[in-house]
């Protein structure tokens, strides 16, 4: 039987469940517990919040994924600002993913991207779950951070050929993205409990977030 798949708008009915995935889909997998959850939670209201590319999937009228957008920065060594874009948390239930749900995820949010004038998408990942969608290494984009460092877990997609004309940029993303995990911490605890355990993917994860291309 065919599933009846559906990519929307999130709505704010959908907040809660949203949180649950997000929570299931990244517990333990960068740190034990996670925090992705409350940063959804609290993303929804800053004003770097993209509500048009805020999505999720809908598998036979179940939501089992969801992407967020907001606004970034770069800003070139003259210091003319370009207005760009970052994701994430983007995420598939454990039990749906691997099956391409979060790749049609993706696609959709970068057509709508495209069609709300945006050109550059910046984000901080494993490289091996972003290449295939056409992210590129930031080092080859010549887009370092404000201390000069080209780190390997970020990328960037051109949604326009030559969006970037080479020039080199600094990348600036919301202030949104600073976690106080005290608060994190905090928000977690009013959930349903889950065990926070140690997992590979968490050394896989210190490796490429603490990785510098040179």
Same mark, same amino acid.
């Given at each position: 039987?065919?599933?009846?798949?559906?990519?929307?708008?999130?709505?704010?009915?959908?907040?809660?469940?949203?949180?649950?995935?997000?929570?299931?889909? %990244?517990?333990? #997998?960068?740190?034990?517990?996670?925090?992705?959850?409350?940063?959804?939670?609290?993303?929804?209201?800053?004003? =770097? %919040?993209?509500?048009? #590319? /805020?999505?999720?999937?809908?598998? =036979?009228?179940?939501?089992?994924?969801?992407?967020?957008?907001?606004?970034?920065? #770069?800003?070139?060594?003259?210091?003319?600002?370009?207005?760009?874009?970052?994701?994430?948390?983007?995420?598939?239930?454990?039990?749906?993913?691997?099956?391409?749900?979060?790749?049609?995820?993706?696609?959709?949010?970068?057509?709508?991207?495209?069609?709300?004038?945006?050109?550059?998408?910046?984000?901080?990942?494993?490289?091996?779950?972003?290449?295939?969608?056409?992210?590129?290494?930031?080092?080859?984009?010549?887009?370092?951070?404000?201390?000069?460092?080209?780190?390997?877990?970020?990328?960037?997609?051109?949604?326009?050929?030559?969006?970037?004309?080479?020039?080199?940029?600094?990348?600036? /993303?919301?202030?949104?993205?600073?976690? =106080?995990?005290?608060?994190?911490?905090?928000? =977690?605890?009013?959930?349903?409990?889950?065990?926070?355990?140690?997992?590979?993917?968490?050394?896989?994860?210190?490796?490429?977030?603490?990785?510098?291309?040179?």
């Amino acid at each position: 039987m065919n599933k009846i798949i559906k990519i929307r708008n999130e709505e704010e009915k959908d907040y809660e469940r949203v949180e649950e995935i997000t929570r299931k889909a %990244f517990w333990n #997998l960068y740190i034990p517990g996670c925090i992705e959850h409350y940063l959804v939670h609290v993303m929804r209201s800053h004003k =770097d %919040f993209l509500p048009e #590319l /805020d999505l999720v999937i809908e598998v =036979d009228n179940q939501i089992i994924g969801n992407i967020m957008y907001t606004k970034a920065k #770069l800003v070139d060594e003259s210091g003319e600002e370009k207005e760009i874009l970052t994701f994430g948390p983007v995420c598939i239930t454990p039990e749906y993913q691997r099956v391409g749900y979060g790749k049609m995820l993706m696609e959709h949010s970068f057509a709508q991207a495209v069609a709300l004038g945006y050109d550059v998408i910046v984000i901080f990942g494993n490289p091996s779950n972003y290449v295939s969608r056409g992210f590129k290494s930031c080092k080859k984009c010549n887009i370092c951070l404000e201390n000069g460092t080209y780190p390997a877990a970020m990328m960037v997609k051109e949604l326009k050929p030559e969006a970037l004309d080479g020039r080199k940029w600094i990348y600036y /993303d919301s202030p949104v993205m600073k976690i =106080d995990e005290q608060e994190a911490g905090r928000f =977690d605890e009013s959930l349903e409990k889950m065990e926070k355990k140690f997992q590979p993917s968490q050394e896989e994860f210190y490796i490429y977030s603490h990785s510098i291309i040179q």
